[in-house]
C-alpha cells in the first residue's frame, strides 16, 4: 500500500540545521510531486515546500524561501527537506505529502494546498529552542 514515512526530526538550537527524509513506498515516486507541511501547536497545518517529479522545479512559501530546500532521490524512493537557520518559529511537526500527478502545473490549486495531496506521512516533530 501506499506509504510515506517522515525521519530527521528532533531539538535543534535557533539558528542550527536539520535534514528531513521522506521514505516512500507502495507506489512509484518517479512519477508524483510531493509536498512539505508543517503544523504548529495551535494553528493550521501550512504547506512551505513543494516538488515537481518531471523537471524538479521547487516551490516554497515565503516563511521558507532561502533556508529550506527540497530535493528528491527517486532512486532512493526519498525526498528531503534541507532546514538551514532555524528559528523557534520553524517549531513543529513535519509531514510529507504525495500529489496525485508529476507537476504542480495549470489547473493546480497550489502547490501548497493539502487538497493537492492524497497521502500523508504520520509527521516528525521539530522543536527549535536553546
Known amino acids: 500500500q501506499v506509504r510515506l514515512v517522515e525521519s530527521g526530526g528532533g531539538l535543534v538550537q535557533p539558528g542550527g540545521s536539520l535534514r528531513l527524509a521522506c521514505v516512500a513506498s507502495g507506489f512509484p515516486l518517479r512519477y508524483y510531486g510531493i509536498g512539505w507541511f508543517r503544523q504548529a501547536p495551535g494553528k493550521e497545518r501550512e504547506g512551505i515546500a513543494s516538488?515537481?517529479?518531471?523537471?524538479?522545479?521547487?516551490y516554497y512559501t515565503e516563511s521558507v524561501k532561502g533556508r529550506f530546500t527540497i530535493s528528491r532521490d527517486d532512486a532512493k524512493n526519498t525526498v528531503f527537506l534541507q532546514m538551514n537557520s532555524m528559528s523557534p518559529e520553524d517549531t513543529a511537526i513535519y509531514y510529507c505529502a504525495r500529489h496525485p500527478g508529476r507537476d504542480y502545473g495549470p489547473g493546480v490549486i497550489s502547490p501548497f494546498s493539502a487538497r493537492e495531496h492524497d497521502y500523508w506521512g504520520q509527521g516528525t516533530q521539530v522543536t527549535v529552542s536553546s
Open positions: 516538488i515537481n517529479s518531471s523537471d524538479g522545479k521547487t
